[in-house]
């Protein structure tokens, strides 16, 4: 059973890099888009980029010229960065697994297992 | 457009069926995907594909899609159900390669 665990600092100063890793335990690294997505507190899930195992990377247009997704794959890692955080960049902070399917008709995107979650706060 | 547009609450009485719509252009190219998010939990996928459910989420739990409208039923909707629900899916342009749809707060009276 795949397992995600992820970790990093929660507590960081304006323009600060926030920085996050997340761990794949009990299943293949490739094959996969490995995610990031945040929640603001009490607000919306906003995906932010993903990698898959070659270290291809997809952003959001918004996040973009502040967020790098790597990946370690001796590791079964993945990790993120957010440049010059501010206090619009605290929410809890998740990775997970995302596939690709082409189906016959239209293809299938789905994330089917996620980790727990990282609270990041940014606050002076 | 990028963006996945959701009725941001709806209510259903205890034993009773709900429908929750999810609309984007990106749903022309790609099946949503569902996912059920309860107080200080991580999402849980309950609908990923034409209308598949992983292992352990009930049959009451179906998807369907149209057009660009895609579409999650609860048939007999439990107390447990209660959550917020978010579509998922992918921007085939490329330029916003995943989207979550805004929310919906499923409340079971």
């Known amino acids: 059973q795949v397992q995600l665990q992820q970790w990093g600092a929660g507590l960081l100063k304006p323009s600060e890099t926030l920085s996050l890793t997340c761990a794949v335990y009990?299943?293949?690294?490739?094959?996969?888009?490995w995610s990031w997505i945040r929640q603001p507190p009490g607000k919306g899930l906003e995906w932010i980029g993903e990698?898959?195992?070659?270290?291809?990377?997809n952003y959001n247009p918004s996040l973009k010229s502040r967020v790098t997704i790597s990946v370690d794959t001796s590791k079964n890692q993945f990790s993120l960065k957010l440049s010059s955080v501010t206090a619009a960049d605290t929410a809890v902070y998740y990775c997970?697994?995302?596939?690709?399917?082409?189906?016959?008709?239209?293809?299938?995107?789905?994330?089917?297992?996620w980790g727990k979650g990282t609270t990041v706060t940014v606050s002076s | 457009s990028s963006e996945l547009t959701q009725d941001p609450a709806v209510s259903v009485a205890l034993g009773q069926t709900v429908r929750i719509t999810c609309q984007g252009d990106?749903?022309?190219?790609?099946?949503a995907s569902w996912y059920q998010q309860k107080p200080g939990q991580a999402p849980v996928l309950v609908i990923y594909g034409k209308n598949n459910r992983p292992s352990g989420i009930p049959d009451r739990f179906s998807g369907s899609s149209s057009g660009n409208t895609a579409s999650l039923t609860i048939t007999g909707a439990q107390a447990e159900d209660e959550a917020d629900y978010y579509c998922n899916s992918r921007d085939s342009s490329g330029n916003h390669p995943g989207v979550f749809g805004t929310g919906t707060k499923v409340t079971v009276l």
């Open positions: 997970a697994r995302g596939t690709v399917v082409v189906a016959v008709d239209l293809y299938y995107y789905y994330m089917d297992v």
């Open positions: 990698i898959n195992h070659s270290g291809s990377t």
């Open positions: 990106s749903l022309r190219s790609y099946y």
């Open positions: 009990g299943g293949s690294f490739s094959g996969y888009y």
